[in-house]
T-cell receptor, first 114, second 110 residues
């Protein structure tokens, strides 16, 4: 079956612009996670969804970051007024049930803020 | 102090040798430990999970966990060029959050 998909695969934007990153989880997966991977850094947890709810938003780096999930499926991560330090690969993962194991990762969106 | 620390590498080993990767973590309440493999430009792929002290073997991979020392390792036996990748150590702090190390890049020389 289809895996986790993300779009766009690459995004170049100018500082100050808003960007939207999309994640389509594996069908039927109730949990969805967003991570950020900066150059030379490990994955940094941003936020997770159980259904359409995001119980823990503490990983979001600033109030410029927000995320939503609709219909228990697609999720969008929005970064407002992008800064150069936002440049990173944004990875989405999903799992059948909430849990650390069997998180299947998507290919990521590579964001470059000029 | 970072939650999860790994030797940054790179680690270069000849084909057929054992690659040894180390990881330490700071939170004693951590219960679940994982190793992910990430090929360049690709997404992470889970290769091993371990929950209790001791060794866990899966094919050419062996994970070792020592909770008293807050240490987890990964051994890759009979290393192959296809094992060349970055290996990420991850620790679960609760039901949903994984904390990752920065990764160790392994190069297997043919």
């Amino acid at each position: 079956g289809a895996g986790v998909s993300q779009s766009p695969s690459n995004k170049v934007t100018e500082k100050g612009k808003d960007v939207e990153l999309r994640c389509d989880p594996i069908s039927g997966h109730t949990a969805l996670y967003w991570y950020r991977q900066s150059l030379g850094q490990g994955l940094e947890f941003l936020i997770y969804f159980q259904g359409n709810s995001a119980p823990d938003k503490s990983g979001l780096p600033s109030d410029r970051f927000s995320a939503e999930r609709t219909g228990g499926s697609v999720s969008t991560l929005t970064i407002q007024r992008t800064q150069q330090e936002d440049s990173a690969v944004y990875l989405c993962a999903s799992s059948l049930v909430l849990g650390p194991e069997t998180q299947y990762f998507g290919p990521g969106t590579r964001l470059l803020v000029l | 102090q970072k939650e999860v620390e790994q030797n940054s590498g790179p680690l270069s080993v000849p084909e057929g040798a054992i690659a040894s990767l180390n990881c330490t973590y700071s939170d004693r309440v951590s219960q679940s430990f994982f190793w992910y493999r990430q090929y360049s430009g690709k997404s992470p792929e889970l290769i091993m999970s371990i929950y209790s002290n001791g060794d866990k073997e899966d094919g050419r991979f062996t994970a070792q966990l020592n909770k008293a020392s807050q240490y987890v390792s990964l051994l890759i036996r009979d290393s192959q060029p296809s094992d060349s990748a970055t290996y990420l150590c991850a620790v679960s702090l609760n039901d949903y959050k994984l904390s990752f190390g920065a990764g160790t890049t392994v190069t297997v020389r043919a």
